[in-house]
């Protein structure tokens, strides 16, 4: 399993009858200078809706807008682990608002999460939209590698919600079928993939 094409995500997310809601997510991991030292954090370039699925609180601050991590208004927004906000900037009473650079760019903090808040793949030190994704070609239609989580609507099952992505992803396959001939979409229930 590769991921999910980015694009097709945006179509999943705006066509589907089945999930209440539905969020984007590649880890990656990122540096952080304008320190002492470059140091190298566990990253992820994330949808706001991400954030709502897994159900993320801020013991500080607050969580990413919809229109922040769009890839047309993104905003250079970040959210920190509460761990890291310890760890990495000694428990910074005043973090909120302060600007930190990853990967070149500089990104006002906006968000402490709660203390061990529960992550699929493992929790990043830092989140960050995921219209910042670094490579070149990341989000592009055709280009795989980003992890799609929803929340079901009350009710509906997994065979549901797969039929109901495998019939967008047929009408995607006439739509482009240079990228999307051949592809199919997979629903897997978290607590099986964890």
Sequence with gaps: NQGVVYADYVDWRQQNHTFEEMGALRGQSV??????????????FVSAS??????AK???????TDAETELATKAPVA????????????????????????????????????PNMPVPLGAPDVSVPIGYYPNAHGLERGTRGILVAGRL???VTL???QRDLQSIEKRLAE????????????????????
């Design 31 to 44: 540096n952080l200078t304008g320190g002492t030292t470059p140091e190298r954090l566990i990253g992820s």
């Design 50 to 55: 991400f954030l709502r699925v897994i159900n």
């Design 58 to 64: 801020t013991s500080q601050g607050r969580l990413f």
């Design 79 to 114: 959210i920190l682990s509460y761990e890291a906000w310890r760890s990495r900037f000694g428990a910074d009473p005043a973090m909120l608002g302060k600007s930190i650079v990853i990967n070149g760019t500089a990104f006002t903090v906006i968000g402490i999460t709660t």
């Design 153 to 155: 609507k009350p009710d």
């Design 159 to 161: 065979d549901a919600a």
């Design 175 to 194: 739509l482009y079928p240079t990228t999307n001939a051949g592809t199919s979409a997979e629903v897997v229930s978290m607590k099986e993939q964890l």
